[in-house]
């Protein structure tokens, strides 16, 4: 009994609400499965509650959290330190814990990469991006710090499209500008990978972003950060127009991949969250 050692390294979440974040079973099948003696626990943690959960979650030696809605600036002056492209993108959704000190990062634009470069090198590459929201920020200045050629953003609002440009050009070598989204939108010639990173979809199969169909060409790589349902509508379609798809499934799994590698220096197995997402969205390979 004197070699047994009770005490599970603790990591978690801190967003609200949180009952519908499928991150806690990926992360833990892929720790039973590595054999770690560790934990994942989603917590509801309201606004007003978040400088207790980061300071309980330092007296608690846990060695790291996520922060999703409402959380990822907020959480930045409670931190000792950011990352490059947590500090270019002014928002943190991971926080490692090394000796008291608190490391922010920002996986949502890795988790995509990571999930593209498994069909494309986005180095040299033209991209369109639908939507300027959190996700897309990230994203973008992923894609201009991995050598993308040039990016061009859109999205209703053209404000918060130009500040993801801005931020992108000003950051990175790529070149960025904003197209208007009015109405159905053209993919221009020389586009090689399109991404929506809008909400347009989420929990619908049949809702489409406004997208002229006939503008998506064979070769281009159509990405979709929308993890549930997996096969979008904008997916299905591309893929019957010669397109090489990409779903949101890949994203969530590597930012859970990238994430456990800061807290515990170790790589789990992304099959096994893949598995597990599906067997939670009710898909198959």
Request: aromatic letters at 4%; a negative charge; proline letters at 4%.
């Amino acid at each position: 009994m004197a070699d047994r050692n009770f005490r599970s390294i603790l990591t978690g979440s801190f967003s609200t609400p949180c009952g519908d974040n499928p991150t806690v079973a990926m992360i833990e099948a892929a720790y039973r499965h590595a054999g770690i003696d560790a934990r994942y626990i989603n917590c509801d943690v309201k606004a007003e509650n978040l400088a207790a959960a980061v300071a309980g979650a330092v007296a608690m030696e846990w060695v790291g959290f996520n922060c999703s809605l409402p959380h990822k600036v907020a959480v930045i002056k409670h931190l000792d330190e950011l990352a490059q492209s947590a500090r270019i993108i002014g928002a943190v959704n991971c926080v490692s814990i090394r000796d008291g000190r608190l490391i922010g990062n920002n996986t949502d634009g890795k988790g995509f990469l990571a999930s593209l470069q498994s069909v494309t090198d986005p180095a040299g590459k033209r991209v369109l991006v639908l939507g300027a929201g959190g996700a897309a920020r990230a994203i973008a200045v992923e894609l201009g710090l991995a050598g993308a050629k040039h990016l061009t953003v859109t999205n209703r609002d053209p404000d918060k499209a130009r500040t993801i440009a801005a931020l992108v050009a000003d950051n990175t070598p790529c070149g960025a500008e904003v197209m208007a989204w009015d109405g159905e939108i053209s993919v221009a010639e020389g586009t090689d990978i399109v991404i929506n990173a809008t909400s347009i979809g989420l929990g619908d199969a049949q809702a489409l972003p406004p997208i002229r169909l006939e503008t998506l060409r064979r070769g281009m790589v159509v990405a979709d950060v929308i993890p549930n349902p997996p096969m979008t509508h904008l997916l299905r379609k591309a893929g019957a127009q010669g397109c090489t798809v990409l779903d949101g499934l890949g994203m969530l799994v590597n930012q859970g991949v990238i994430g456990v590698e800061l807290w515990l220096g170790r790589k789990l197995d992304s099959g096994v969250m893949q598995r597990t997402l599906q067997e939670i969205f009710g898909v198959s390979d």
